[in-house]
């Protein structure tokens, strides 16, 4: 929670911030074209050289917040999970990722998406590393009655190996994954796929997803 | 898009925009870009919610321009949830207000995906990071009923049935916009409202020498949403 409010005071502060002086700019700059001045005037030369670097300054403080507070956690769980899984996608082009999630989804306490978010982001950094011949993940997003339940197969190109199986880091995964979310993890192979199962009681908060009254 | 921001071809009429964000210096900013597009525009400005709700009960306004972050009243502290009610209320009470959400949070717009699916006005979205130009086409596409919402926040191709039947009657049918409210017993403003929500799904926007029409057709077909 420290994080996310450390990233919304920087979205209502510093970010506010650079935009004033960015739009400041613009718009006096835009004043001087419109006066005939944009070519002759130095100080609108050092205004545009300005605006690029304030321009590049918003996006890193915005992209700052964003790794403080990922996209979409007091939100939408499952657009908190697409987020997510565009980054893989990004950084793994050859992989075949395939996302399932319900378009409806109602909000649970921050804090319960962030713990499901960050076990899922861990679950892909150690299949990354521990399986070097994975090959397609798959996942899905859906709930039961009041359970909230996330689905991953891990699929690789080959049968793994004792050492995979009983993989100490995959062991110490499921239990942190039971204790972020006082649910219910557990992980089994079946020939050369790992399925990989999470529960949790689901919450909802006041923040529910707002429907049009008429 | 034009190389240079030219005044807004409707700046004759006068029109009256309301700004509506808690930060003093982002005002200020917003306010000049607008007036410096808007020549004739009246451009009244609310720093909590409870203002502006005060102020588009007062005057008639064809524009908001709304951050998400803001309080409820003065000496109040700024929260998301805020202008997410605050919106809910606009476009309940307001169904054909032309809206700009203008914010660092936008994301939060997804708690809102059904109203703005139904609201009857235009409604874009500007995130704060971009350039003004980016910012004022926004506000024009707004100001001519159409939607525009960022591709991140939709979750896939969402079509709704009437506006498949749009597609259909236009594409498969060659029939017009009233020949087509005729057939599905709607109004001619809400087959042009389908028609607006059929454009941002398939993420087709105006743009110089775009026929947005058969672009509409083109986005249409590569998404299999036509044989």
């Known amino acids: 929670m420290k994080l996310h409010h450390e990233a919304e005071e920087i979205r209502n502060g510093l970010l506010q911030e650079s935009f004033a002086v960015r739009r400041g700019l613009e718009v006096f700059l835009e004043s001087q074209k419109r006066c005939g001045h944009e070519h002759s005037s130095s100080a609108v030369t050092v205004g545009y050289d300005t605006l690029q670097i304030l321009e590049r300054f918003h996006l890193t403080v915005k992209a700052w917040s964003d790794r403080l507070s990922p996209p979409y956690l007091d939100d939408s769980l499952p657009h908190a999970i697409g987020h997510l899984v565009e980054g893989w996608k990004t950084r793994y082009p050859t992989l075949s990722i395939h996302l399932s999630v319900p378009t409806e989804w109602p909000i649970e306490a921050y804090s319960d998406h962030r713990a499901i978010v960050l076990v899922l982001d861990e679950l892909f950094y150690r299949s990354s590393t521990e399986f070097p011949t994975l090959s397609a993940i798959a996942i899905h997003l859906y709930h039961h009655n009041a359970m909230g339940k996330l689905s991953v197969k891990l699929t690789q190109s080959v049968s793994p190996s004792p050492e995979q199986i009983q993989s100490q880091a995959l062991i110490h ?7 972020l979310t006082m649910g219910h993890c557990s992980y089994r ?3 050369s796929e790992m399925q990989w199962e999470l529960a949790w009681n689901r919450v909802p908060t006041l923040g529910q997803n707002v429907r049009s009254k008429h | 898009m034009q190389d240079t921001l030219q005044p807004s071809p409707d700046s ?10 808690d930060h003093e210096m982002v005002l200020g900013g ?8 808007y020549p004739n525009a009246e451009v009244r400005v609310a720093q909590t919610a409870s203002e502006a709700l005060t102020l588009l009960n007062i005057h008639s306004i064809e524009l908001v321009i709304v951050d998400l972050a803001m309080p409820q009243s003065s000496g109040e502290v ?15 009470q307001y169904p054909r207000l032309n809206i700009v959400v203008q914010s660092a949070h936008i994301r939060a717009l997804v708690r809102l995906k059904f109203s703005i699916s139904t609201h009857e006005g235009g409604f874009t979205v500007a995130d704060k990071s971009l350039p003004m130009r980016e910012m ?10 159409l939607i525009y919402t960022p591709k991140e926040m939709r979750s896939g191709l969402e079509m709704k049935p009437e506006w498949l039947e749009v597609l259909n009657l236009a594409f498969h049918h060659g029939l017009q916009d009233r020949a087509i409210a005729e057939r599905m017993k709607v109004s001619e403003r809400s087959v042009r409202h389908y028609w607006t929500k059929i454009q941002d799904a398939l ?5 110089e ?13 590569e998404e299999g949403l036509l044989d």
């Open chain 2, 203 to 207: 993420d087709v926007y105006p743009d």
């Open chain 2, 209 to 221: 020498g775009i026929n947005i029409r058969i672009q509409t057709e083109i986005r249409a077909r």
């Open chain 2, 12 to 21: 004759n009429q006068i029109q009256t925009f309301l700004v509506v964000d």
């Open chain 1, 173 to 179: 995964l499921q239990r942190v994954s039971q204790g």
């Open chain 2, 30 to 37: 917003t306010v000049a870009a607008l007036r410096q597009h």
């Open chain 2, 136 to 145: 004022l086409t926004k506000v024009d596409w707004s100001l001519q009923g």
């Open chain 2, 78 to 92: 700024a929260r998301t949830d805020t202008g997410i009610q605050l919106l809910n209320q606009l476009m309940n």
């Open chain 1, 189 to 191: 192979w079946m020939g």
